[in-house]
C-alpha cells in the first residue's frame, strides 16, 4: 500500500490540491485549537490547514513521499511548529489513548477485515468531549467517475460507521449526500459520499 501511495505522491503537484476538505472546512471553524490526530493524510492539505487555525497537529500515514511534501508544505505556511508526522501502517498501528481533542478522517479507505478495529482504536485515541469527523466515499460513489476506490469492499455506509463506534461515540452528524468535489485532480466533480461526526462521551 504505501508503494502504491509513493509512486501517485511523488508525481508533480498535489493529487487533492492544497486547499483543505471543504466539510472539514466548515465543520471546524468554530473549533477551540487543541491537538488533532489526521490518520491517512496523504500530502498534508488538511493538517497544514487545522495547523493555521491554531491546532497543534499530527498526520499520520504509510507514505513518507506524501509526509515529505506535507512536511515542506507545512514549512512553507509557518506552521512547522505545530505540524508533526508519523509513517505508519494504519492496519496496526495503535494511537496513544486519550490524547487528542479531535480525530479528521477524509477519504481514508480501508479494507473491511481492519477497518473497523482502526475506527475503534481511533475513537479511544479521543479524550472525553472529543471529536471524531469522517467524510469517505459511499458505494453509490461506483457510479461516479469523481475518484475514489473501484473495489466495493473499501466505501463506507453509515450504518458501516454507526457500528464501527457503536459504544464509544455519540453522533452528532451521520447523512449519506451527494456532493460536488473539487480537490485537485484526484476528486473532481459529482461524488456521493457518507459523513460522520461523533463526540467521545
Known amino acids: 500500500m504505501s508503494q502504491f501511495w509513493d509512486e501517485r505522491f511523488a508525481e508533480p503537484g498535489f493529487k487533492y490540491g492544497l486547499q483543505p476538505n471543504a466539510f472539514l ?27 493555521l487555525q491554531g491546532h497543534t497537529v499530527l498526520a499520520v500515514d504509510s507514505s513518507a513521499v506524501g509526509l515529505a511534501k506535507g512536511q515542506a508544505l ?10 508533526s508526522s508519523q ?6 498501528w495503535v494511537p496513544p489513548q ?5 480525530v479528521v478522517l ?3 479507505h480501508l479494507p473491511s477485515a481492519w477497518r473497523t478495529d482502526l475506527h ?11 471529536r471524531l469527523l469522517l467524510e469517505g466515499f459511499h458505494p453509490e460513489q461506483l457510479r461516479h467517475h469523481s475518484g475514489g476506490p473501484k473495489d466495493p469492499d473499501m466505501l ?4 458501516d460507521l454507526r457500528h464501527d463506534f457503536d459504544g464509544l461515540l455519540t453522533e452528532q452528524l451521520g447523512e449519506e ?25
Open 87 to 92: 509513517q505508519a501502517d494504519l492496519s496496526t
Open 106 to 108: 477524509v477519504y481514508v
Open 74 to 83: 507545512a514549512r512553507e505556511q509557518g506552521v512547522a511548529d505545530r505540524w
Open 177 to 201: 449526500v451527494s456532493a460536488v468535489l473539487d480537490e485537485g485532480p484526484g476528486h473532481q466533480g459529482l461524488a456521493r459520499v457518507t459523513r460522520y461526526i461523533g463526540l467521545r462521551p
Open 25 to 51: 472546512k466548515h465543520q471546524a471553524a468554530a473549533w477551540v485549537p487543541g491537538q488533532v490526530l489526521l490518520p491517512g493524510d496523504g500530502e498534508g492539505r488538511n493538517s497544514v490547514w487545522l495547523a
Open 120 to 130: 475503534r482504536r481511533l475513537a479511544q485515541a479521543l479524550k472525553p468531549g472529543g
Open 156 to 159: 463506507m455506509t453509515l450504518a
Open 98 to 102: 486519550a490524547a487528542f481533542d479531535a
